[in-house]
């Protein structure tokens, strides 16, 4: 191969992966966000290394009546006496171990990614909702929780892993 033709070939290589970057770095944003959601709906989120726990602070159940689910919820809320928000989740069926942020499922059911922005080779992009109250539910769990979407550090090098060999597929196509 002649030196010019190998300089073709670098900057059609170039000229790709510029084209593709956007493309790999909403990619990765796309998988982090859904593992993400299934790891706090499965597990639960967790606050400064611990999962967080639903209050024990006792509530008149009556104060869940128009929360209810089901009627397994009703009932509860209409058992009278007081109890937690736990026990009612737990009543209703859902998960009541740790907090994860999913009962009705609008609030993580509407994240999403909604821009995506380029400053030089760096990619970021914004996440959030278009649903109002999605949007009220995810502010206040943040003030709540802090930063529930926080993406851990192994799952960020599993990602850099995963980019990094789809720019090795790229490259290799040209060298």
Known sequence: MSTSEYQQRIAAMRQELEAQAPNIALRMAQT???LQKRDIIQDGISVDGSFAEYSDKPVYKSSFKKKAL????????????????GEFRAAQGRKSDHVNLFYTGEM?????IISQTQNGYRYSVLTGSDNADA?????????RYGNFLLIPADRQKVLASDAE??????IRKYL
């Open 165 to 170: 060999i789809e720019v090795r597929t790229i």
């Open 32 to 34: 982090a966000l859904t």
């Open 108 to 112: 993580l059911g509407s994240l999403r």
């Open 70 to 85: 089901n009627s397994a919820g009703s009932a509860y809320a209409s058992s009278g006496g007081k109890g937690t928000w």
């Open 135 to 143: 949007i009220a539910k995810i502010l206040a769990n943040l003030s």
